[in-house]
């Protein structure tokens, strides 16, 4: 079965940092896409960024770039999101999700349970 599990949200002030985890099982981890995504209530759920499995390379949406970073320990299975500078529009459910090749395609497989991150003004 797989499972993608994010965790590290909280509340954080406008300019602080967090960093979150999506623990991964059930699947051989090298071999997909590993996406996080974003949503507010009411909102469009909202793609921030993905981490290839081949070559790790790292793409973002301009609402974070340069601000955020992504980076995968296959050894742990767990893909992370670094998240800096925050501000408060960043306040959303975080999650991370399984791509279903091994870049970053425009289609996910697979969905974990997300983490809250709320950002005080």
């Known amino acids: 079965e797989v499972q993608l599990q994010a965790s590290g949200g909280g509340l954080v002030q406008a300019g602080g940092s967090l960093r979150l985890s999506c623990a991964a099982s059930g699947f051989t981890f090298d071999d997909y896409a590993i996406g996080w995504f974003r949503q507010v209530p009411g909102k469009e759920r909202e793609g921030i960024g993905c981490i290839s499995s081949s070559d790790s390379k790292t793409y973002y949406a301009p609402s974070v770039e340069g601000r955020f970073t992504i980076s995968s320990d296959d050894a742990k299975n767990t893909v992370y999101l670094q998240m800096n500078s925050l501000k408060p529009e960043d306040t959303a459910v975080y999650y991370c999700?399984?791509?279903?090749?091994?870049?970053?395609?425009?289609?996910?497989?697979?969905w974990g349970q997300g983490t809250q991150v709320t950002v005080s003004s």
């Open positions: 999700a399984r791509n279903k090749m091994y870049y970053c395609s425009v289609e996910y497989a697979d």
